[in-house]
């Protein structure tokens, strides 16, 4: 287990992690967000002993980062922002060079290095220079180095920046497969990597930590939340729907001929809504329930520290 008390780190006069408390168990993929400049990785850093705190105490299966530091390096697994690895180098050479410093020997070391190879499907670049690899193979290399030594913990900095669909695609189900005996951290701005593959979410803004629940609690918070949505073929006039028993206000968007229906608290209006849409004959495309806007609710959260 993870545990963070009253975390702190300052630069000069600049907080830029102030008083945040954690615990984080195994089978646990927890994404961490929070807009540019929140404190997401220093906060990684310090998890991982890059950096000291200012304050506060972190402790990895009982052992504390300021007394164990090494102990605690050896279970974890970290891809920093930007995956930093030697150029010249191959990808297999620098796996087997990262392999043997975290401690691998003989055939095992070999077989590691050809299994996470696998893993991350890097066989098409492994004897190319790294300095010659795309933005999205460098991604993978640095994944591959953090996941080499099979460790306890993965920390992984914006783990699909510079990736394509596909690519994120398989990174994320690789995620989810590692997850299910380890503790996963995912620094991201990327809001569908949260309902992609994590079970809970944090966000930090202006280094404090303003949310932490599952996703779902997260989709809650949201005012679209429950609403009801109609896609209109054509132009129609749907204002007899804000009328109706339940609904506590419509969201009109005209340019997309979409209409948005707002229940009051506790109340079901997807029947009637559905019912008068057949009534009235209007000329409805798709209609759903809105299972919450995760974009707004980061914008509410992030932006109501910042005023």
């Known amino acids: 287990m993870i545990s963070v008390k009253n975390l702190c780190k300052s630069f000069g006069s600049f907080s830029a992690v102030n008083d945040i408390s954690f615990d984080i168990r195994p089978g646990e993929v927890v994404g961490f967000l929070g807009p540019n400049g929140a404190g997401k990785s220093t906060t990684m850093k310090m998890l991982t ?48 060079f990262v392999a043997k410093i975290r401690g691998l020997k003989g055939k095992y070391r070999i077989a590691r290095v050809n299994d996470v190879v696998e893993q991350v499907e890097l066989h098409e670049v492994l004897n190319k220079p790294i300095d010659n690899l795309s933005k999205g193979f460098k991604r993978r290399v640095g994944l591959a180095q953090a996941i080499i030594h099979d460790p306890q913990i993965l920390i992984l900095d914006e783990p699909t920046d510079g990736l394509d669909p596909n690519q994120k695609h398989q990174v994320r189900k690789l995620i989810q497969n590692l997850s299910k005996d380890k503790i996963v951290i995912i620094s991201t701005h990327i ?113 109501e520290v910042s005023v």
């Open 49 to 96: 002993g890059f950096l000291t705190p200012s304050g506060g105490n972190i402790s990895v299966d009982d052992l504390s980062i300021g007394q164990d530091s090494l102990k605690i390096k050896q279970k974890i697994g970290y891809l920093p922002e930007g995956a930093p690895a030697y150029d010249d180098m191959t990808p297999y050479q620098f796996l087997l």
């Open 191 to 303: 809001l569908e990597e949260v309902t992609a593959v994590c079970n809970r979410v944090m966000i930090i803004s202006k280094g404090k930590l303003l949310f932490d629940g599952t996703p779902n609690a997260l989709n809650q918070k949201s005012k679209y939340y429950g609403a009801v949505t109609l896609q209109f073929s054509y132009p129609a006039d749907a204002s007899e729907l804000a009328e109706l028993e339940g609904v506590a206000s419509m969201e009109e968007d005209l340019a997309n001929r979409r209409v948005t229906v707002f229940p009051l608290p506790g109340a079901e209006i997807l029947h009637s809504v559905t019912e008068h849409a057949k009534h009235c004959r209007l000329p409805v495309d798709s209609l759903f329930v809105e299972q919450g806007r995760l974009d707004q609710v980061f914008r509410d959260i992030t932006q």
